[in-house]
């Protein structure tokens, strides 16, 4: 028995009035993208997540996720979430604080230790919407540094290894201290590094206290009984060679260089590194969301992720802070079947 999972955008009225899912199937999780935050909840049986990243209510969509399977739903410590019998999504918040440390890692800890007790062992991809992500804490240190010390302890505390490290985002927002989702499965999964680039999970010192812990990519595979390659969900990706930014400054440069770094992971030479075929070309990139610091260099991001990816694909753009200060633009998205 095959059972799928499908994702779509809609906008944020179309889901507030409930969905028809006769078609789509059923609600496993939905992520509202608007001009508010609101903590997760269960919403008609499935967890919902309000986060706060466009200023103008107008510009508000949802993310939603769908499956053909009857869905298992409950909370926990603040934590909702839900299962399908081979998925498992989730959703929390941590609240705006003068450090996050000790809450993203009782966070982490409430949502992986899910994962592990209703058997979904393979977190395949993470997101995290960080309020004043480059400002500093209430010790100095930079508010994503202060995240990535958290979200570390909780893979320390639950001994996952840095190989079983998901795909992941970690992105600004403009409120809501630091909201997160995930995604898992009872699939295989493989996670995907590129070698223009040094795993972040292998940082040094000089980008925080820890490293943020996650793959470039996760390929995971067809359910049991179904036919195809999988899918290759893809990180946050930006103009970073080696572990150095490069083309500071400079927006277009940057975001073709982060294209690049994409182009460069899917492709049959790197994913032949990791047991896994054919390679993908940049343009079966879909989900695409691209992430721009600054409102004055939109027009140029879209049109040349337009140039590159085609321009039949929909592409979800957010005016927010990046994960590090000199990065200007940043790029994900999921290569399906």
């Known amino acids: 028995m095959t059972r799928n999972l499908n994702r779509t955008f809609l906008p944020v009225p179309l889901l507030s009035a409930g969905p028809d899912t006769s078609d789509s199937g059923n609600v496993l999780g939905a992520v509202h993208y608007t001009d508010r935050h609101a903590d997760p909840h269960l919403d008609n049986g499935h967890p919902d997540l309000t986060v706060h990243m466009v200023g103008d209510a107008a510009e508000s969509f949802s993310e939603v ?8 739903h409950g909370e926990l410590n603040g934590v909702a979430y839900s299962y399908d019998g081979h ?15 000790d809450g993203v890692r009782d966070a982490y800890v409430t949502a992986l230790g899910l994962t592990c007790a209703l058997d979904y ?3 395949f991809r993470m997101w995290n919407f960080v309020e004043d992500i480059n400002t500093s804490n209430g010790a100095g240190l930079e508010i994503y540094r202060d995240f990535c010390r958290g979200r570390a302890q909780a893979f320390d505390r639950l001994a996952i290894p840095d190989d079983q490290l998901p795909a992941a985002t970690g992105i600004g927002s403009l409120g809501g201290g630091i909201g997160f989702c995930l995604l898992a499965s009872r699939s295989d999964c493989v996670n995907i590094e590129n070698p223009r680039q ?3 999970y292998r940082y040094p010192d000089r980008y925080g206290p ?15 009984g179904r036919a195809g390659l999988g899918h290759i969900y893809v990180s946050g990706t930006a103009s ?3 572990h150095r930014t490069v083309h500071q400054g400079d927006v277009a440069s940057q975001c073709r260089e982060a294209l690049t770094n994409i182009a460069h992971l899917i492709s049959a030479e790197n994913l032949s590194r990791h047991n896994i075929g054919p390679g993908r070309d940049i343009t079966d990139l879909r989900n695409v969301k691209v992430y721009v610091r600054h409102d004055r260099d939109v027009d140029t991001v879209r049109d040349i992720c337009t140039q590159v990816i085609g321009s039949d694909q929909h592409l979800a753009l957010f005016t927010v802070d990046i994960c590090r200060a000199d990065l200007l633009v940043e790029i994900e998205g999921v290569v399906l079947d």
């Open 210 to 224: 820890r490293s943020p812990s996650f793959a470039r990519a996760t390929h995971i595979a067809p359910p049991e």
């Open 198 to 200: 040094m795993p972040a």
């Open 87 to 101: 998925h498992f999504f989730c959703a929390g918040r941590v609240e705006q604080s003068a450090s996050y440390t």
């Open 121 to 123: 062992p393979r977190v």
């Open 240 to 242: 970073i060679v080696g």
């Open 65 to 72: 996720w769908y499956t053909d399977h009857e869905i298992t």
